[in-house]
């Protein structure tokens, strides 16, 4: 989960405790608290009794507790068994573990790459021989 430099843990925010504002880090925070408002850190890890009620921008997140809020990784999220998210995902990889609970959308592309979809059009995930 951890890329080259960021292996400790430079901010925990305590069970007990209640945050309330913008939060950055330079490196990882891990929240088993409350914290009301956005966070930016380049490693985000939700305890299972963590909340996080804002936006996050991260490189990578793993959530066990809950979110409320839109978050928007470069690298990974993952949602683990008791996970709660509510809000809109933004990342490349996107793991949802049995259990988790997900509540929003998810974008796993670059916004730089066209939609070539319509809203109600479906696309088959294996392409099909027609006229064969």
């Given at each position: 989960m951890f890329?080259?430099?960021?292996?400790?843990?430079?901010?925990?925010?305590?069970?007990?405790?209640?945050?309330?504002g913008?939060?950055?880090?330079?490196?990882t925070?891990?929240?088993?608290?409350?914290?009301?408002g956005?966070?930016?850190?380049?490693?985000?890890?939700?305890g299972e009794?963590?909340?996080?009620?804002?936006?996050t921008?991260?490189r990578?997140?793993v959530?066990?507790?809950?979110?409320?809020?839109n978050?928007d990784a470069?690298?990974a999220?993952e949602?683990?068994?008791?996970?709660?998210?509510?809000?809109?995902?933004?990342?490349?990889?996107?793991?949802?573990?049995?259990g988790?609970v997900f509540d929003?959308?998810?974008?796993?592309?670059?916004?730089?790459?066209?939609?070539?979809?319509?809203?109600?059009?479906?696309?088959p995930l294996?392409?099909t021989?027609?006229g064969a």
């Amino acid at each position: 989960m951890f890329g080259k430099g960021s292996r400790k843990m430079e901010t925990i925010v305590g069970n007990d405790t209640r945050i309330a504002g913008k939060v950055s880090v330079k490196g990882t925070i891990r929240i088993d608290g409350i914290l009301e408002g956005d966070v930016q850190a380049d490693w985000v890890i939700v305890g299972e009794t963590g909340k996080i009620l804002g936006n996050t921008r991260t490189r990578g997140m793993v959530v066990g507790g809950s979110v409320e809020g839109n978050i928007d990784a470069t690298e990974a999220v993952e949602l683990k068994e008791k996970a709660t998210m509510v809000g809109e995902i933004r990342a490349p990889k996107l793991g949802i573990s049995e259990g988790a609970v997900f509540d929003g959308r998810a974008r796993m592309k670059d916004d730089a790459e066209p939609a070539r979809i319509q809203e109600g059009n479906v696309r088959p995930l294996i392409p099909t021989k027609t006229g064969a």
